[in-house]
């Protein structure tokens, strides 16, 4: 199959012209927004190839996005950066290929009738930066890019501990600020994390705020990019025993 894209006409009238458009994100099907794409010619068929997939749409949404973290990136490994930066995208697999998951994934938020919730559905809003992991499908894929270890044999081990509870707010903590650009990072947390799971202890969202506070604090005066992962683990480890007690990892 080949990635659909939007144009980025299609995309500003959306935004501009919102209450022409409300109504039909309720719809049970996207026929008519492929009309009205059609029509105008703001919808193309990119050179982007993958293997057909089918997202996850289990009812527990911390089954489904472990899951659709690996069926989604395993599809898109050749994806670039750029490209999964690039917001008409998203927009174009989300409404005109994957509109039975986003109505699955983002259905309080669609009902609801908010103009700012039914925009952040589909669309990057806060920035390029973090809406790629706040849109409920590039989050998936930056997840993969960002959490895949190829130095583990379960490749996924990172997203398993980041899927258990509060994955949309967690990945967006672990991806924030200094993260994003260096995997070595985000693993390295995660490693601290794990291991600490491992000896015990009951993992909460209070662990990637307090990572993540630390991690930024440290980059002001050191060079996180220098720093090997088992020191990022290590500095981690740290932090967290001065907070909730010591555990050698």
Request: net charge neutral; with cysteine.
């Amino acid at each position: 199959m080949n990635l659909i894209y939007l144009s980025q006409e299609a995309i500003d009238d959306i935004k501009v012209n919102f209450k022409k458009y409300k109504k039909h994100f309720c719809d049970e099907s996207n026929d008519w927004f492929l009309e009205r794409f059609k029509k105008y010619e703001w919808i193309h068929e990119s050179k982007i190839e993958c293997k057909d997939f089918r997202l996850d749409m289990d009812e527990d949404y911390n089954i489904s996005d472990r899951k659709n973290v690996e069926i989604l990136y395993e599809a898109l490994r050749n994806l670039s950066p750029a490209l999964a930066s690039d917001e008409r995208l998203w927009a174009g697999m989300l409404i005109c290929q994957l509109w039975d998951f986003v109505r699955y994934r983002r259905k309080k938020e669609l009902d609801s009738g908010s103009e700012r919730d039914i925009l952040n559905s589909f669309f990057f809003m806060r920035g390029i930066k973090r809406s790629c992991f706040m849109n409920c499908l590039s989050r998936l894929w930056w997840t993969g890019y960002l959490l895949y270890d190829e130095q583990n044999s379960n490749h996924y081990h990172a997203v398993d501990l980041i899927c258990e509870s509060a994955y949309a707010s967690n990945i967006v903590l672990i991806s924030s600020n200094n993260f994003v650009s260096n995997k070595n990072l985000a693993l390295g947390v995660m490693d601290c994390i794990e291991h600490r799971k491992m000896l015990g202890e009951h993992i909460g969202r209070y662990h990637y705020v307090e990572a993540n506070k630390y991690i930024n604090c440290i980059g002001g005066v050191t060079l996180l990019d220098a720093l090997k992962r088992s020191e990022i683990c290590t500095l981690t480890n740290k932090r967290l025993n001065q907070i909730y007690g010591c555990m050698d990892i």
